[in-house]
């Protein structure tokens, strides 16, 4: 969706909130490198979490680095700017240096999971990032998100939920991957060990696994002001044929109220659902 909204564009502006890493931009820049006509010039605008220690902002000055190595290796013109903050809902507009003549597209990969709502804060961080997202007037907003039922204030009713959540989690790595595999060790002990913990043992500002539904998200980036581009018929038909060529028969993939949903089949549907919202508005 990102390439088909910068086809005709010299500029591409992505905001990325959560790059992480930047492992989700080399295959775009490895198309844009192919678009007729040349490239655009490409900026990108990384936001994330400080790490800890001295040089808060290192991790995010490396992917910079680590993308800009791979558009000189493509010939993409390319601008990075790095914007580490535990706050996301305290960014201005004016820290993302947005220039008229350029397409901007804002991208999250299942990162508003961690921002607080308002059962913390009355004045809810999700849609306040959500407002800050509004007033950029990006051309394409692209969400993408843990579907998840466990953000409950109850004990109780979050125990349950995480349960059902995460043991549909561990029924698919068992349909998949052997218990001694040590990919999957690493990703139980370094992620998901991590995540149980904090669902199950932390209350209040600790307890930072808040994910909801997609139909919660729905409501609010509909309460902000998007309006929902439909999905493109042509790469939904795409990923289906890949899907039926390449991947485990309990894998499915569809789609709700223009939401793309993927996840596994099992005896209890887990909700590691991928979602894709793209919004796109005009002044």
């Known amino acids: ?20 890493y930047g492992f989700q931009w080399p295959i775009l820049i490895k198309f844009l490198s192919k678009r007729d006509g040349g490239p655009p010039k490409l900026r990108i605008t990384g936001i994330e979490y400080p790490q800890a220690g001295f040089r808060p902002a290192e991790r995010i000055e490396e992917t910079g680095r680590r993308l800009a190595n791979y558009c000189q290796r493509f010939n993409v ?27 901007v597209a804002v991208n999250c990969l299942i990162r508003f999971k961690n921002l607080h709502d308002e059962t913390i804060e009355v004045n809810s961080p999700k849609d306040a990032v959500l407002k800050l997202i509004r007033k950029i007037n990006p051309s394409i907003f692209v969400q993408s998100i843990v579907n998840g039922t466990y953000n409950a204030p109850f004990f109780s009713t979050r125990f349950k939920e995480s349960l059902f959540h995460y043991s549909a989690l561990y029924d698919m790595y068992d349909t998949l991957i052997c ?12 992620f998901l060990g991590r995540e149980i913990m904090n669902v199950v043992a932390c209350e209040g500002l600790e307890r930072v696994e808040r994910p909801e539904t ?21 790469i ?5 044929g890949k899907l039926r060529a390449w991947y485990h028969k309990d894998f499915v ?9 993927q996840g596994s089949d099992m005896p209890v549907m887990p909700y590691l659902l991928n979602l894709q919202l793209c919004d796109e508005y005009s002044s």
């Open 253 to 261: 993939f569809d789609e709700d109220n223009n939401w793309m949903l």
């Open 236 to 240: 939904m038909d795409n990923f289906r």
């Open 214 to 234: 997609y139909k919660q998200w729905q409501v609010r980036n509909l309460r902000t002001g998007f309006r929902q581009l439909p999905l493109d018929k042509e």
């Open 1 to 20: 969706m990102i390439l088909k909204t910068a086809e005709k564009a010299k500029t591409l502006h992505i905001i990325d909130f959560g790059i992480l």
């Open 179 to 190: 218990r001694e595999n040590e990919w999957r060790l690493m990703i139980e002990r370094e």
């Open 77 to 103: 013109s390319f601008e990075y700017k790095a914007i580490p903050s535990r706050h996301w809902e305290t960014i201005q507009i004016e820290d993302l240096n947005i220039k008229s003549d350029e397409v």
